[in-house]
């Protein structure tokens, strides 16, 4: 099958299989402007690994997903992760490691796009929290980000897409309707993110809002700007390249 047969298998069996509703508008919007044919993808904290088979389903040549099941995480990830792989029988090498980005250790290989989805402030928690108040929980991140840069290949592609820490619910002592669940303290800002990246050797910061998938395109053209995700779920993308 070619690239966009592939893709089209992959659509079908996330909605088939009731995973992931209205993936081809989210994926779209997440990797805008982004082409996965023959690079090789790092996608850390991926659990099941919908975003890898995805990568490989648009042409990627190689995807490795790292997926400690640890806290943060679903119990069972890798299982379901075999049972997608098999189902799913893309050509394309996607495999899985339990192991967190600090423990990664395959200094051979280098990616030409590095995913971090819901997981950037699970890579140290206790850090993230403190971030911006203590030096050396920044110190900590600064040792993580340096180790994505040395695992990127010059001119690579960061995603980084999480919550950000300021919301207006949170701020008002209540609890967010739309997303309850989110401890907002656990998360930062995609600036402070940024300033941390570039000081590890990322560059060209570009931060996108993305508003509730469900909503679709009109939500994104109407929603999708800081001031409405400050009062809805405050869910940002933010893409740096490796300086070369």
């Known amino acids: ?41 790092l996608d850390i904290g991926g659990g099941t690994g919908l975003f890898s088979f995805y990568a490989a389903s648009m042409g990627a040549s190689k995807v490795i997903c790292l997926e400690p ?11 379901r992760f075999k049972e997608i ?16 980005i600090q423990c990664f250790n395959d200094t051979s290989e280098k990616f030409d ?16 929290v403190n971030l911006m108040s203590d030096p050396q929980a920044r110190e900590t991140y600064g040792r993580i980000f340096k180790t994505l840069n040395s695992l990127a290949e010059n001119g690579a592609r960061l995603v980084v897409a999480d919550f950000t820490r300021r919301n207006f619910w949170d701020l008002c002592h209540l609890k967010n309707p739309f997303v309850p669940t989110i401890e907002w303290e ?13 000081d590890a050797g990322f560059c060209n910061p570009q931060i996108r809002w993305l508003p509730f998938n469900r909503l679709g395109r009109p939500g994104q053209l109407i929603l999708g700007n800081p001031a409405a995700a400050y009062f809805l779920n405050s869910f940002f993308c933010l893409t740096m390249d490796k300086r070369g």
């Open 1 to 41: 099958m070619n690239t966009n047969e592939t893709a089209e298998e992959y659509f079908r069996f996330v909605e088939r299989e009731r995973l992931w509703k209205r993936a081809r508008h989210y994926m779209n919007n997440l990797f805008q402007g982004l082409s996965f044919e023959g690079k090789r993808v």
């Open 69 to 79: 099941e640890a806290e943060g995480s679903t119990n069972g990830v890798r299982q």
């Open 85 to 100: 792989k098999s189902a799913l029988r893309i050509s394309t090498p996607v495999e899985q490691y339990a192991t967190t």
């Open 113 to 128: 796009i590095i995913l971090s989805h819901n997981s950037i402030n699970h890579f140290d928690e206790e850090a993230c």
């Open 186 to 198: 656990k998360h930062a800002h995609p600036k402070e993110w940024a300033e941390l990246l570039a």
